[in-house]
């Protein structure tokens, strides 16, 4: 099992940035992957990006160009860095982790984004 802590999110405005930190209990270059996902208000909770553990990487359309997600093994860290951010990016984002061939989940405790206009 793994357990994630978000970090990073806060209030800011639209065109600004944020970078998002997901912190491991664990090592993670052996975790299947790692991924963030976000859930505003009312919604179901979506696809952002994602990092296998072969480095593929797949973003949500509507982020496409504009957020970038990595990963640092020798820190248990994966990061998403948002640019020109929109107010339809609001909502909680979440880290979470596949380990075990795909048999185990966490998430973390999720991290609040705020974007104005």
């Known amino acids: 099992q793994v357990q994630l802590v978000e970090s990073g999110g806060g209030l800011v405005q639209a065109g600004g940035s944020l970078r998002l930190s997901c912190s491991a209990s664990?090592?993670?270059?052996?975790?299947?992957?790692m991924g963030w996902y976000r859930q505003a208000p009312g919604k179901q909770r979506d696809l952002v990006a994602v990092i296998t553990i072969s480095n593929k990487i797949n973003y949500g359309d509507s982020v496409k160009g504009r957020f970038t997600i990595s990963r640092d093994n020798a820190k248990n860290t994966v990061y998403l860095q948002m640019n020109s951010l929109k107010p339809e990016d609001t909502g909680v984002y979440y880290c979470?982790?596949?380990?075990?061939?795909?048999?185990?989940?966490?998430w973390g405790q999720g991290t609040q984004v705020t974007v104005s206009s």
């Open positions: 979470n982790a596949l380990y075990d061939n795909n048999r185990g989940s966490s």
């Open positions: 664990r090592i993670i270059f052996d975790i299947d992957a």
